[in-house]
């Protein structure tokens, strides 16, 4: 019979003198004789142990262990440690451990936990496969082969220091072209692109520009690794946010689908076509200011329609060339005025070439040259106002903290029919004594 009590003494002594060794030799053992271990040493050496696992390794173990030993354990380890170990357990474990903690650790915790919305540390994966610096590539390829039994294999294989932290990365080719002796230093790339727990999405798809990874590792303010953000995801992430760009644009809801309940559909639709009544009135103020004008030279109501539509589809044109930019990350603050100018003078020449178009066709029309002039010039300041506004709404509204595809298409249509309006009446207002 082997002994067991007397090597007890031993098994503290070796987890106190040399800590992360005995943390890499729990993280060999089967997980029984790992639980087993920890639940035999002092709450103090069992949170030094944990703290220098590999995250997934020892929240493999927390997972198994009893509600008092996680207890104690979490309350010893440092709070950011603790909050990654907790990261990777399921919701309803880590509440029952979050309750069990005081109240002062529960809440910084907490607070580490809470990622904002649309983050890194929201979208990202928790399952990852990552070893010590020191492992030989042919314990690498064993532990890969273990875990394949259970998942698919993972495409990077992380390595972390002995403080967790993320010091390179092996892709697996690699890693079977590596001779077996050799440590994962000699096989991993060292100069790891890797991105905040708190970063933007919308930042993480701008780094991943002209890059091919799969999955881009997540770190703490201390670099130690937190989780994966797969590409696959993020892409996934971002066509499904596109998607409701789309429909904030014409005033529905983002998240409102082909067979959503009338009710709900209603509820989405009505508000922002209250909105667009408002700004059509707005623009009949505009026709009213001139009725005297309509009411002498009935002609140029047949016209209306013609400058207020062309401005209409000009400046939606532009809105979407800039919705796409935005959306797909094309355009850096610093250009934001050239991209103005560029849609400004587009509208300028557009408004020059469907303004002599339009003018040939008025006169045709009605046989009085000075009409064509009339709506040839106001075609050409429609055309510029809506290049201009269909660049500088959406633009305008993320600067400001808004949604930029939130109903942008009904600001736009409001300003080209004002201008339009405006432009046009007042033009034959100004030219009044040779058109009548």
């Not at 509600?67 to 990777?88: G, K, N, P, W, Y």
């Not at 991993?188 to 692109?193: D, I, T």
């Not at 557009?350 to 029309?365: F, H, Q």
Request: proline content about 5%; cysteine-free; glycine content about 6%.
């Amino acid at each position: 019979m082997r002994p067991t009590r007397p090597l007890v003494p031993l098994v503290h002594r070796y987890f106190e003198t040399d800590p992360a060794g005995a943390a890499q030799s729990l993280e060999t053992m089967d997980e029984a004789e790992a639980v087993a271990a920890i639940r035999a040493l002092p709450p103090a050496l069992a949170a030094e142990a944990i703290s220098r696992m590999q995250a997934s390794h020892a929240t493999s173990l927390v997972s198994i262990l009893p509600d008092d030993t996680v207890r104690e354990i979490a309350q010893r380890l440092d709070a950011h440690r603790a909050a990654s170990l907790l990261l990777h357990l399921n919701d309803e474990r880590r509440a029952s451990v979050l309750q069990m903690l005081q109240e002062k650790t529960r809440k910084r915790l907490r607070d580490l936990l809470e990622y904002p919305v649309n983050s890194a540390g929201r979208v990202m994966r928790t399952e990852f496969l990552a070893l010590r610096s020191g492992t030989k590539v042919r314990e690498a390829i064993r532990k890969i082969r273990l875990q394949a039994r259970r998942t698919a294999p993972p495409s990077y294989l992380y390595v972390l220091d002995a403080d967790d932290r993320l010091v390179g990365v092996v892709n697996m080719r690699d890693l079977l072209l590596g001779k077996t002796d050799d440590t994962l230093e000699a096989v991993m790339r060292s100069n790891v692109f890797a991105v905040p727990g708190f970063m933007d999405r919308e930042e993480i798809a701008n780094q991943l520009a002209g890059r091919t990874f799969f999955a881009v590792p997540v770190v703490d303010p201390e670099r130690r690794m937190l989780g994966v953000v797969r590409t696959d995801d993020l892409l996934s992430d971002m066509q499904e946010e596109a998607s409701e760009d789309i429909l904030k644009m014409f005033g529905a809801g983002g998240d409102e689908h082909a067979f959503s309940p009338i009710r709900f559909s209603l509820g989405k639709r009505l508000p922002w076509l209250h909105v667009n009544l408002l700004t059509a009135f707005l623009a009949a103020s505009v026709v009213a200011m001139f009725e005297d004008l309509i009411a002498r030279i009935t002609i140029l109501a047949v016209f209306l329609p013609v400058v207020a539509g062309q401005g209409g589809n000009a400046g939606a044109q532009s809105l979407a060339v800039v919705m796409r930019g935005l959306v797909m990350r094309e355009i850096p603050r610093d250009r934001v005025k050239a991209l103005l100018l560029k849609e400004t003078v587009i509208g300028a020449f557009s408004g020059v070439v469907i303004g002599l178009v339009t003018a040939a066709i008025a006169w045709a029309w009605n046989g009085n040259p000075v009409l064509g002039v009339v709506i040839g010039l106001a075609m050409v300041t429609n055309l510029i106002a809506a290049g201009f506004a269909g660049a500088a709404i959406p633009v305008a509204m993320k600067g400001m903290g808004f949604d930029p595809s939130q109903s942008s298409s009904i600001v736009l249509t409001t300003v080209t029919d004002v201008v339009g309006f405006l432009s046009y009446l007042g033009f034959a207002l100004l030219f009044e004594a040779w058109l009548l």
